[in-house]
């Protein structure tokens, strides 16, 4: 039986960057998150397993901001972040990506990653354009570091194509480029390889390992693949009819008893 | 002779008027997606806000100062409203927003008189060099706007908000910060509107001048200056062609007179149909890797 | 003014609204975009009929059968020459598309007709007088056909297999398409009922009072209006919102505004004060703007799946 989030702190542990406490979310008559707590660890990768429909996108909206919990509380960072509109959820430098891709299409790979660096205060336009020469030095270094972030991704040959116009793992790419670019300290990515095909599914977990080795960027990752979700998570949260349900190491996941039920009980192509 | 180059200068200097007024739109539909249906309000306020600065005797450089400033202000007022609404809603908004405007300017005699109108009795030195001087301005801005990263992310919003929230952009500023900028071209357009006509009435406001702007912004070119100022320049030209028709053909100048208006829905229709990103389409920005 | 016969006029003010709006909910929800020009098609319609009844001198309850039926067609050939390219383009196309057609149509009219109202040729009758109310017999005609249309329109959508299939694709077209309904088919016979319903609706107001080339205009946004209250691709919030905007319109003018304007006791400006007639347009466009400020996606919001 389940008993309450294993990772929670313990005194002498390092505070998790994010933490969700029990949060509640209800559509009409429809409970969709059911008392959720979780937390994503400061450095670490942090899976979030379920079936369609348990309530893994609600908790996504939610910790973005795009939807107001019905109660519980979310703290980023130390910051209390429930009930923030989502673009100073972003600001403070917690950025998720969206499982469709949606967003930029008519952009190129290369201005949408330009539009993704955060601190330009863009919307300040008159001191933009009085400050023109030190605008155009920092476009300057923007758009080398945009160029790196290319060539990390295998996206030179589509840098100047329209979003719109990538295939579905290009897009995927897109979003972690994004991510690369913002400078953000957690991200919350929503099916990273969902509809990719298997060569880039390599590509994108590059990225994620460069992502989270090298820029130290911590995730919480929805993730059906497990081959994925094991190779890259050390924490998996299991959520199902919007509630967790288990939670542990992905080994020890992948044989809880519970999960294994729900799993190959509706969607065992998936599990595998 | 003289004549003619009176005309020619009248002609170029109304082109250049409805210009700031379809690259203030393009500046909302085209490269922030919002689907305003009351641009001409901007043009009339602006008109008549100069209208009444100068029948109280101000300057009449202040007098544009302050139509742009009205304009601005009535531009972040209408961008209050948007919120998140779909671009058809908030056109359908927009255009209510701008017709309740037009019949307080059509009722209320205290504001500007009603139905009379208002007159103009200033002018300014060279104006119409200073109208083409600020129209060169304008598309510079614009152009300067559009390459700008402020521009950048605008032209993420016009494909929807959740991407540019999540990366942080606070989206309702931005699209203030439009509206106030669309705001101001257009009540720059309407001042020049007023000081080149002499006079400034409700009629002036009618939607049916929402949707020529919107003409040549569309067949033009949405998000791209110079398909706007060519559409202007097309919409014109067969409006004041169409005007000498009469001469050559024999028609009645009462059926001519909508047969234009027939003429300018025919061609949004058939642009929309098989050419529906404008004669000369948005450009994509192509950077050198 | 009589209560009665405010009343009425808000009744028939409904009934008219009510037959133009039914088409621009159902093509609004299933095409997914707002048709700027069915509007057009009430004026197209009411002009139709004074070719027939008064320049051809036809029979008038003929001219308006062959009106609305000829307006029905004319619907099929907008989606088949026009709208259907535009399944794929987004919502923004193809409503400006239906602006250039809006634009079209009107000056059409006008470059025809001229910019003058005309009126149908019928006996006019001194009106019945109900309960204090002068209620003229064309009046009461309207009231009758505006009805017994959509009585049987509703006939159709309960008790037939297109009707149920209807419904369903103007509540959810995707469903719908899951479910295997033909949505084509079920997408001709909405633009021809719609059409044709709005042409009987601008036929009414014709026969009420009086058409001009602008009586599109004046309508764009009280039908909107009425949309937007019933919810989009709703057949009865449509009816619904038909009857709060005509009530709204004629009632908004009848209404005696001084304990609002003196503050409840507050202030005393006199205790009459009435709306200008002028401004009874501005009661729609109000309705609006707060409408969409409330609740932007209308009234009625979609079930979120």
Not at chain 2, 79 to 102: C, D, H, P, Q
Not at chain 3, 6 to 24: D, F, M, P, Q, Y
Request: aromatic share 8%.
């Amino acid at each position: 039986m389940y008993n309450g989030d294993s990772a929670a702190p313990s005194p002498g542990a390092p505070e998790p960057l994010l933490k969700v406490r029990n949060v509640s979310k209800a559509f009409g008559g429809l409970r969709a998150l059911r008392n959720v707590s979780l937390s994503a660890a400061r450095g670490k990768i942090t899976g979030l397993i379920g079936p369609n429909g348990s309530g893994k996108s609600t908790l996504f909206e939610i910790i973005g901001g795009f939807q107001k919990a019905d109660q519980g509380r979310i703290e980023f960072n130390n910051v209390e972040i429930d009930g923030l509109p989502p673009y100073k959820i972003g600001h403070l430098g917690l950025l998720r990506t969206f499982q469709l891709s949606e967003g930029g299409e008519r952009m190129t790979v290369l201005e949408n990653l330009l539009a993704a660096v955060s601190g330009q205060e863009e919307h300040r336009l008159v001191r933009f354009m009085l400050r023109f020469p030190r605008v155009m030095r920092e476009e300057a270094e923007n758009l080398e570091k945009a160029k790196d972030v290319i060539q990390l991704l295998g996206l030179r040959r589509e840098a100047n194509e329209y979003a719109g116009n990538l295939s579905g793992g290009q897009r995927k790419l897109l979003d972690l480029g994004r991510v690369f670019m913002s400078g953000a300290t957690l991200c919350l990515l929503d099916e990273p390889t969902a509809g990719v095909n298997p060569t880039l599914v390599n590509t994108i977990l590059d990225a994620l390992k460069v992502m989270n080795l090298e820029r130290g960027i911590s995730m919480l990752v929805v993730e059906h693949n497990m081959r994925v979700v094991s190779e890259i998570c050390e924490h998996v949260y299991v959520l199902d009819a919007g509630a967790v349900i288990s939670d542990g190491p992905p080994e020890a996941v992948q044989n809880d008893e519970q999960v294994l039920e729900i799993y190959l009980g509706q969607d065992r192509t998936s599990a595998e | 002779m003289e004549q003619l180059i009176g005309f020619g200068i009248y002609l170029v200097t109304v082109t250049c008027i409805f210009a700031m007024l379809a690259m203030s739109l393009d500046l909302q539909v085209g490269a922030c997606g919002l689907m305003n249906f009351g641009q001409v309000v901007f043009m009339m306020v602006g008109a008549y806000a100069t209208a009444i600065a100068a029948n109280a005797g101000i300057n009449p450089y202040a007098c544009i100062v302050i139509s742009m400033a009205v304009a601005a202000l009535l531009g972040v007022v209408m961008s209050l409203t948007v919120k998140n609404m779909g671009g058809t809603y908030w056109g359908i908004l927009s255009l209510s927003m701008a017709e309740l405007i037009r019949l307080v300017f059509l009722n209320e005699r205290w504001l500007a008189d009603g139905a009379n109108g208002l007159s103009v009795l200033i002018t300014i030195p060279y104006f119409s060099l200073t109208v083409v001087v600020s129209t060169l301005f304008v598309i510079l801005i614009l152009r300067v706007i559009w390459l700008s990263p402020f521009g950048r992310v605008i032209r993420m919003i016009r494909e929807g908000d959740r991407l540019p929230l999540a990366l942080g952009k606070n989206v309702l500023l931005f699209k203030l910060e439009t509206m106030a900028i669309g705001g101001a071209i257009g009540g720059l357009g309407g001042s020049f509107y007023a000081l080149l006509n002499s006079y400034i009435s409700p009629d002036d406001g009618l939607p049916i001048e929402t949707f020529i702007i919107w003409a040549m912004v569309v067949v033009g070119g949405r998000g791209n200056l110079l398909g706007v100022v060519a559409g202007t320049v097309f919409i014109q030209i067969l409006f004041v062609g169409s005007r000498f028709l009469t001469h050559i053909v024999d028609i009645d100048a009462g059926v001519l007179a909508p047969l234009r208006f027939v003429l300018i829905g025919l061609l949004i229709m058939g642009v929309m149909m098989f050419r529906p990103q404008g004669l000369i389409p948005e450009r994509k920005r192509v950077y050198r890797i | 003014m009589n209560i009665v016969q405010v009343l009425v006029n808000s009744l028939i003010t409904s009934a008219e609204l009510g037959l133009i709006a039914i088409g621009l909910s159902m093509t609004f929800s299933i095409l997914r975009f707002a048709n700027f020009a069915h509007v057009e098609s009430a004026v197209l319609g009411a002009y139709l009929v004074y070719l027939f009844n008064v320049t051809l001198g036809w029979n008038f309850a003929l001219s308006i059968l062959v009106s609305t039926l000829i307006l029905g067609t004319v619907g099929l050939a907008l989606h088949r020459f026009i709208f259907r390219r535009f399944a794929n383009s987004g919502d923004i196309t193809p409503m400006i598309a239906s602006l250039g057609l809006a634009i079209t149509i009107r000056h059409g009219i006008q470059a025809i007709w001229g910019p003058q109202h005309v009126v149908y040729d019928y006996e006019v009758l001194p009106g019945n007088k109900i309960f204090g109310a002068f209620i003229t017999d064309p009046q009461i005609w309207i009231l009758i056909t505006a009805v017994s249309a959509m009585v049987g329109f509703h006939c159709l959508l309960q008790y037939t297999r297109i009707g149920t299939a209807m419904r369903a694709t103007a509540a959810n077209v995707d469903l719908a398409q899951a479910c295997s309904i033909d949505t084509q088919k079920v997408i001709l016979l909405v633009w021809f009922i719609g059409t044709g319903f709005a042409a009987l609706g601008g036929i009414l107001i014709g026969w009420d009072t009086q058409v001009d080339p602008y009586l599109g205009f004046n309508l764009v946004i009280p039908i909107f209006c009425v949309v937007l209250i019933g919810g989009v691709g709703s057949v009865y919030g449509a009816i619904i919102g038909s009857l709060i905007v005509g009530f709204a319109q004629n009632f908004g003018l009848a209404f005696n505004y001084a304990p609002l304007i003196n503050l409840f006791g507050l202030l005393d400006l006199g205790d009459r004060f009435d709306l200008p007639a002028a401004y009874k347009p501005a009661i729609t466009y109000m309705a609006v703007v707060l409408i969409l400020l409330i609740r932007p996606t209308g009234i009625i919001r979609k079930e979120v799946s």
